[in-house]
């Protein structure tokens, strides 16, 4: 396993921008898929989207293709998460999370991953 730690979060006003970084610690790193997923208030964990371990393939939820752009450097260990044009339903809480998915469709199921941050707030206002 690997340990995770987010960051980035914050408040913003709808139409802005936020990074995300999800650091890992970990020599094995590069060899995971990495996941971010939301969880807003009463509402259980979303997949928002993942990258392969090789960076060859990425997903994402409709909800945020066209707004948001995962990307990872595997020589510093990270994760990032760009979220342009933010709205006000983005609200929640983020996960970065590290797994092996067997197949591309399980990218987009959080029980596939394994090891999981402790999450990061953000709050779009409208």
């Known amino acids: 396993q690997v340990q995770l730690v987010e960051s980035g979060g914050g408040l913003v006003q709808a139409g802005g921008s936020l990074r995300l970084s999800c650091a890992a610690s970990g020599r094995t790193f590069s060899s995971y898929a990495v996941g971010w997923f939301h969880q807003a208030p009463g509402k259980e964990r979303e997949f928002v989207a993942a990258i392969s371990s090789s960076s060859s393939d990425t997903y994402y939820a409709d909800s945020v293709k066209g707004r948001f752009t995962i990307s990872r450097d595997n020589a510093e260990n990270t994760v990032y998460l760009q979220m342009n044009r933010l709205k006000p339903e983005d609200t929640a809480v983020y996960y970065c999370?590290?797994?092996?998915?067997?197949?591309?469709?399980?990218?987009?199921?959080?029980?596939?991953?394994?090891?999981w941050g402790q999450g990061t707030q953000v709050t779009v206002s409208s």
């Open positions: 999370a590290a797994g092996r998915p067997r197949y591309s469709g399980r990218y987009y199921y959080a029980n596939d991953y394994d090891s």
